[in-house]
Structures are given as structure tokens and as C-alpha cells.
């Protein structure tokens, strides 16, 4: 699926480019979402994500929704067709996937997606929900790092969604938020997915 040396996590994928179109088809709306090689759920729509979608609480309706690692915009665009009077942010470090992102919200009709890379969202925002499906195989130690980076900008009553596999450190990630101050339960357990909630 990618090169070797190269990953969705990347900034700049060396796999060659081959784009395939996918539809996201949920009880509550359907988008088509164009994917790509070097990017995460090329061809398909991630088994976990579909579970998040379908099972996380809805998002804030208004404020500012965050989904980190955004990809081809398949958490992203379903929060901002669900809440049109938010503002989604799709972050990804892959320039390759943000491109995609933004052409999905174009072709899909959602104006009101900003995408952008990590450190181009301004300081002074703060989320109300933050929706995710992170990126465990970056390793725990950056994985940790990115997180806390988030959800240290969680509005007072925000909440986050996270979808993460039990063979992939699920349990540990739980007890490990919980430990950081922010308390962590399970919604839901599905072909070894877990759906992780957190608060303040």
C-alpha cells in the first residue's frame, strides 16, 4: 500500500499516486471521498472510523471540531455535514492527504472544513469536540505527545472521540488519558475496535 520508507504519517509519501474514489455511506448521509496511496484508508474506508461515525455521541453543533490525522477527510466531512454551523479542522502532517481533504469538502459541498498541517492552526482555537482515529503506528511516545498537544485545547466542557484496536494498545491508551487528567471511558467494542471517550 505504500513504498518502502514510506507511510501515511509521512509529510511528503514517495509512493506513486493512485487515486480511486470510495463512498461513505452512513444512516444519516453519504459522501464520495477520492483516496490515494501513501495515505491512510486508500480503497477503502477504515473499519474503525466507519465504527467511530456510526457510534461516537454527535459533536458540538457550533464552535470549533477537530479531527486529528484527518486523511481523506472521512471524519472531518461527516462532522461538518452533521453540525454546517461549526467549524471543522482537518489536521494532518501529509501533505498528500490534506490535499485530498480539501477537494472531498469541495466536491461534497462543505465550506466549512479548514484544512491544514499541525502547526498552521492558530493558537488562540480551542475544540469542543475532538474526533479521531489516531495514528498509533507512529509510536507511543510521539502518539502521547500529539494527543496531549490536543486535548490540552479542549474547551472547558469539550469531549473527545477516539477509535483505537485492542491488539494496537486500546486498554493502555485508556488507563493512559485517564492517568493525564482526563477521564476515559469505553462506548463501545466492536471486531476488537474500541470507541475511547474523554473529558476534562
Known amino acids: ?14 509512493t506513486d499516486s ?13 459522501l464520495a471521498l477520492t483516496t490515494d496511496r501513501g495515505v491512510f484508508g486508500y480503497d477503502r474506508i477504515d473499519a474503525g472510523t466507519k465504527l467511530l461515525l456510526l457510534r461516537a455521541p454527535a459533536p458540538a453543533p457550533t464552535g470549533n471540531l477537530l479531527d486529528i490525522g484527518s486523511g481523506t477527510g472521512a471524519i472531518a466531512l461527516t462532522m461538518a455535514r452533521r453540525c454546517p454551523a461549526a467549524t471543522v479542522w482537518a489536521v494532518d502532517v501529509n501533505e498528500r492527504a490534506r490535499d485530498l481533504c480539501r477537494s472531498n469538502a469541495e466536491r461534497n459541498g462543505l465550506t466549512n472544513v479548514n484544512v ?42 469539550g469531549e473527545v472521540v477516539l477509535v483505537v484496536h485492542k491488539h494496537l494498545g486500546s486498554d493502555s491508551l485508556q ?26
Open 175 to 200: 488507563a493512559w488519558l485517564s492517568g493525564q487528567g482526563y477521564p476515559t471511558t469505553r462506548l463501545a467494542s466492536s471486531s476488537g475496535y474500541r470507541i475511547l471517550h474523554a473529558t476534562h
Open 116 to 157: 491544514c498541517s499541525p502547526d498552521d492552526v492558530p493558537a488562540d482555537v480551542t475544540f469542543d469536540t475532538i474526533w479521531s482515529n489516531p495514528a498509533i503506528r507512529i509510536g507511543k511516545p510521539a502518539l502521547h505527545a500529539m494527543l496531549l498537544r490536543w486535548l490540552s485545547r479542549l474547551s472547558p466542557a
Open 1 to 14: 500500500m505504500t513504498a518502502p520508507g514510506s507511510h501515511y504519517f509521512d509529510e511528503e509519501p514517495t
Open 18 to 30: 493512485s487515486p480511486r474514489v470510495v463512498q461513505l455511506l452512513l444512516p444519516d448521509l453519504q
